[in-house]
């Protein structure tokens, strides 16, 4: 079983950066898109970012201009670089990876809190 696991969340005030990471335990093939989601205390999870296979970035209107997606689908690997963060980004973050066949892959989720 393939297990995707994020690092890099923390504490950080409005302002600062923070840069997650996401990694697969086991080569994932035939990758089409990789990603990020967030979910905030008593909201559902929302869209954050995705990076497909051929380049193309799509980022949520909220985090546009702030959050930079990278990532290398060789290697299963996507990056999240948050740039002037604010209070209402603070959210477990998770990745994912969607392969062919409709498979899909998430993250445990990593805490981001922005807050002084």
């Known amino acids: 079983q393939v297990q995707l696991v994020e690092s890099g969340g923390g504490l950080v005030p409005p302002g600062g950066s923070l840069r997650l990471s996401c990694g697969a335990s086991?080569?994932?093939?035939?990758?089409?898109?990789m990603g990020w989601y967030r979910q905030a205390p008593g909201k559902q999870r929302e869209f954050v970012a995705t990076?497909?296979?051929?380049?193309?970035?799509n980022y949520a209107d909220s985090v546009k201009g702030r959050f930079t997606i990278s990532g290398d689908n060789s290697k299963n690997t996507v990056y999240l670089q948050m740039n002037s963060l604010k209070p209402e980004d603070t959210a477990v973050y998770y990745c994912?990876?969607?392969?062919?066949?409709?498979?899909?892959?998430w993250g445990q989720g990593t805490q981001v809190t922005v807050s002084s």
């Open positions: 994912k990876i969607e392969a062919l066949l409709r498979t899909s892959y």
């Open positions: 990076l497909t296979r051929d380049g193309t970035t």
């Open positions: 086991r080569r994932i093939v035939n990758v089409l898109t």
